[in-house]
């Protein structure tokens, strides 16, 4: 028995491979667009927030960085590299919520996360390192103390009221989602 070849016509195959690669192409560029999972937009535009609840003199008490113990290890044996270590994870935290993709019920918790982070980067880069660098210099006390109080004063009621607008934004989305919260003693006004 002899089997019959038949030629496919070129236009088919050129056709066959055009739907193809249209098809791929839409694939790919659907797969970019699917918004991420609810647990990834809480935790990373809210949850985050949680690494900066020690903010002003109360990140200074939290990272002791005036008593560090001996035999620290060199990336972090002062205040300062305390601090740009806490400025490298931050900065993190602000590319992760960034490249979150917006859609209409994401997007004020999303910006209001941002709104955080950039505020305590802006502090941490200015007024924390300031202070970092007098707890390393071993400056007087009073010279600490009136700096931590300035530092407060300065910035605490501005990260306050972006810290209680993310978390107001989050629970309610949390509840939306069935996220479950655990809520602790951990608040910015228990650290202060």
Same mark, same amino acid.
């Given at each position: 028995?002899? *089997?019959?070849?038949?030629?496919?016509?070129? !236009?088919?195959?050129?056709?066959?491979?055009?739907?193809? $690669?249209? $098809?791929?192409?839409?694939?790919?560029?659907?797969?970019?667009?699917?918004?991420?999972?609810?647990?990834?937009?809480?935790?990373?535009?809210?949850?985050?927030?949680?690494?900066?609840?020690? !903010?002003? /003199?109360?990140? !200074?008490?939290?990272?002791?960085?005036?008593?560090?113990? /001996?035999?620290?290890?060199?990336?972090?044996?002062?205040?300062?590299?305390?601090?740009? #270590?806490? &400025?490298? +994870?931050?900065?993190?935290? &602000?590319?992760?919520?960034?490249?979150?993709?917006? *859609?209409?019920?994401?997007?004020?918790? &999303?910006?209001?996360?941002?709104? $955080?982070?950039?505020?305590?980067?802006?502090?941490?880069?200015?007024?924390?390192? +300031?202070?970092?660098?007098?707890?390393?210099?071993?400056?007087?006390?009073?010279?600490?103390? +009136?700096?931590?109080?300035?530092?407060?004063?300065?910035?605490?009621?501005?990260?306050?009221?972006?810290? #209680?607008?993310?978390?107001? &934004?989050?629970? +309610?989305?949390?509840?939306?989602?069935?996220?479950?919260?655990?809520?602790?003693? *951990?608040?910015?006004?228990? *650290?202060?």
């Amino acid at each position: 028995m002899r *089997t019959l070849l038949m030629p496919i016509p070129l !236009f088919s195959v050129r056709r066959c491979l055009a739907l193809l $690669l249209a $098809l791929a192409a839409l694939l790919s560029a659907a797969c970019r667009f699917v918004p991420n999972t609810p647990q990834e937009y809480f935790s990373r535009a809210a949850l985050n927030a949680n690494a900066v609840a020690a !903010f002003g /003199s109360a990140w !200074f008490r939290v990272h002791d960085c005036g008593n560090l113990p /001996s035999g620290t290890p060199a990336a972090f044996d002062s205040c300062e590299k305390l601090l740009q #270590d806490s &400025i490298r +994870q931050l900065e993190g935290h &602000i590319e992760r919520a960034d490249a979150l993709y917006r *859609t209409d019920e994401t997007r004020p918790m &999303i910006e209001a996360g941002l709104d $955080l982070y950039r505020y305590v980067l802006d502090s941490y880069r200015g007024d924390h390192l +300031q202070v970092a660098r007098l707890l390393d210099a071993k400056a007087p006390p009073e010279q600490v103390g +009136q700096a931590l109080q300035a530092l407060d004063a300065k910035s605490y009621a501005g990260f306050e009221q972006r810290y #209680d607008k993310v978390w107001g &934004i989050a629970e +309610q989305y949390a509840k939306a989602h069935g996220i479950k919260l655990i809520t602790t003693r *951990t608040s910015p006004r228990s *650290t202060r």
